[in-house]
Every structure is written in C-alpha cells, then in structure tokens.
C-alpha cells in the first residue's frame, strides 16, 4: 500500500496526486527483479512511514518518499538526495562495509526507468549490503538463540563508539526542556479520540513524567556537565543491531541531528525497553550492566527508568500513527493493542521504584 499521508503544509490535491502516479510508477519499477542490474532472484518490499526498501538476493534499496512532516522534510528531490547522502555518511560510522553508495534513478528509452543510468536523475536511493536477516538481534531473540557472549561483542562495539564521540556542547536547562516539551507533546497526541487509548492513562504517564524531570534535575544536569551528551545512533533497536562476527548497527536516524543528540545511557535504555517488549528482558538488562562494566558510568537508576518511560510514550505514539495509514480493523486492533502495551511500560517506569 502505498500511504496518501504527505504530512504538513498545504498541497494541492492535483499535486498530491501526479505525487502518488510517480511514486506508483517508482516503486512498480524497482518492485520488478529484472529492474537490478545485479540480477536478482526476487524483490520483497517494504514500506515504512517514511521509504519503501527494496530487497533483493544481494542489496538493499531503499527509496525515499516525497512526505513533509513537522520533524522532515522530503517534498523535492533534492531534499531527497541530501538525505540519501546524510544517511550514507552517518551509517558509515557504525555500519562502514553496508552502505555502499546513493544511486541514481533515472529516465530510459521507452519512458521506462533504469537504476543507475546516465541520465538525470528523477530519483536517488541509498543502496546497501543486504545482511542475513536470521542474524539480526530481533529475529534471534524471537529464536532464543541469543547469548551473553554475543551481547557483549555488540556492546563493546558501542562502548567504543560512545567513548570516541565529542561531546555536544548543550545548556543543562534546554536538555531538560527538550524532554519537557517531548512528554507534553506526546501527551497531546496520545489524547487524539480517534486512537481510543485511555486518557486516565496518558495523563498519569505525562505527570509523573514531569514530576521526575523537576525531582531529577540535578542528576540531568550533572550529566551535561559531565560530556556525556554524544552524537549517537538515534534509533537503536534489536532490528538494527547486527550480530555478526564484527556486529554493526543499521539504520541509524539521519533526518534529524537533534534527535541523535543525546545521553549513551538513553539509547541504550531504549534498546533495553525494546528487548523487554520482544519477551528478552534480560538482553537489556545485559546490555546495560556491561555498559557500566566497560565505560565505569554508573548512570542513577532513576534516570535509566526516566528514559525507558519516555522511549515507552515516544513508542505508542509512533503504533497510534500507524492507524492514519492502516484503515483495516485488524491491522487496527494491532495498532491499538501496541500502543496500549507500551503506556503500560511507560507507566511502570515512569512510577517511582
């Protein structure tokens, strides 16, 4: 399916349209195996919010569409292909044998489409190293064939990532503000009618919430002060996590600087909710105990829950979007009961221990 959601701003209905007949024409192209040059087998696609992804035998392709949102914007083609290059240059950092190149699409004889072709381009994809998908840490978990060992190999990976970044130079005040004005704005979406989520719920979360960035502040601030804001991954979850003989991390959020600025122990802490909603709680856990081993930053288990709850809100509004694009009743009953599942993380971490 492929969503008419193009976000904010005002678009024209005529243009929003010729928009959807170039993206169809797109993506049935790249749909058909005999559109790769490499040859391939097959193609399965993927859609997401914001891309479709192209997977055949080999590689991975993944294509940007033309959406516009508060956070993003990939409206022109040019905004499309600066972030094909910023996702390049940033998933390199983590994943530097992946992601190979960003690759013209292209207008061929017949008015058909050519990858890689000569011509100017009518569209860029970002065209990746197609890694075994059993490796995976979600589908390995799923498997329970994940061990300490292999948890402690993708963790000194990141230690080492986290110890060599820069510091970010940030006001203690904004870091906490940022969270502030994220908890109020995942409230107001939360509380949409269309979502039928239980509002007693959302609004309990967002206060005690904001009760621990008043009560906490100085342990936020002390980790200011302390360099530990990085530039990090964004968006680290177990299926982006490769398990690997070296282990790489995929998939790294490139849209927005802001949100990849951030404490290691957040992200960290986002990996672990992940896991402990996948039914592994333990990884997490694992994960963040060596952390501590190899970095001696022994974050306040405060702060640690703090971020879990946020991460856990942050979770169910992205499954309540969900709903905008997936009208069937049972992809909405799923939504619904994914969102619900992560308020209840949300509040048990919010709660004082």
Not at 82 to 107: I, S
Not at 320 to 329: E, Q, T, V
Not at 339 to 345: D, H, M, P, T, V
Request: glycine residues 4%; neutral net charge.
């Amino acid at each position: 399916m492929i969503s008419r959601t193009y976000g904010a701003g005002a678009v024209s209905a005529s243009t929003l349209e010729d928009r959807l007949v170039e993206l169809r024409a797109k993506v049935a192209f790249l749909s058909r195996a005999e559109s790769y040059p490499e040859g391939t087998s097959a193609v399965e696609v993927v859609e997401t919010h914001m891309s479709f992804v192209f997977l055949t035998d080999r590689h991975a392709y993944k294509l940007k569409k033309p959406v516009r949102y508060a956070f993003l914007d990939f409206s022109t083609l040019a905004a499309r292909r600066a972030d094909c290059l910023e996702e390049l240059r940033l998933n390199r950092r983590l994943a530097h044998d992946v992601y190979l190149d960003v690759v013209a699409l292209t207008p061929a004889p017949g008015g058909s489409l050519q990858l890689a072709g000569a011509g100017e381009a009518v569209e860029w994809l970002v065209k990746m190293r197609r890694l075994p998908r059993e490796l995976m840490l979600d589908h390995a978990m799923r498997e329970q064939r994940v061990s300490r060992d292999e948890v402690r190999r993708f963790m000194r990976v990141l230690d080492d990532f986290y110890w060599a970044a820069q510091p970010v130079a940030m006001d203690s005040g904004v870091y906490r503000q940022r969270f502030e004005r994220d908890i109020r704005a995942n409230r107001r979406e939360l509380l949409a009618a269309d979502y039928e989520l239980a509002q007693t719920l959302i609004e309990s979360i967002a206060a005690c919430q904001l009760a621990t960035l008043e009560r906490q502040a100085a342990s936020f601030d002390r980790r200011v002060a302390a360099g530990k804001i990085v530039e990090g991954h964004g968006d680290l979850r177990p299926e982006h996590v490769f398990l690997g003989p070296e282990p790489v991390f995929i998939d790294c959020l490139e849209f927005n600087r802001d949100w990849r600025l951030l404490d290691p122990v957040d992200e960290i802490a986002y990996l672990a909710l992940e896991c402990e909603c996948a039914g592994a709680p333990w990884i997490g856990e694992a994960a963040l105990e060596i952390y501590r081993e190899h970095t001696r930053d022994d974050a306040p288990a405060a702060l640690v829950r703090f971020y879990k709850s946020c991460r856990a809100t942050l979770r169910a509004k992205l499954s309540a979007w969900h709903l905008k694009d997936h009208p069937d009743p049972a992809d909405r009953t799923k939504w619904i009961a994914r969102a619900q599942r992560y308020l209840e993380l949300a509040r048990r971490y919010a709660s004082p221990s």
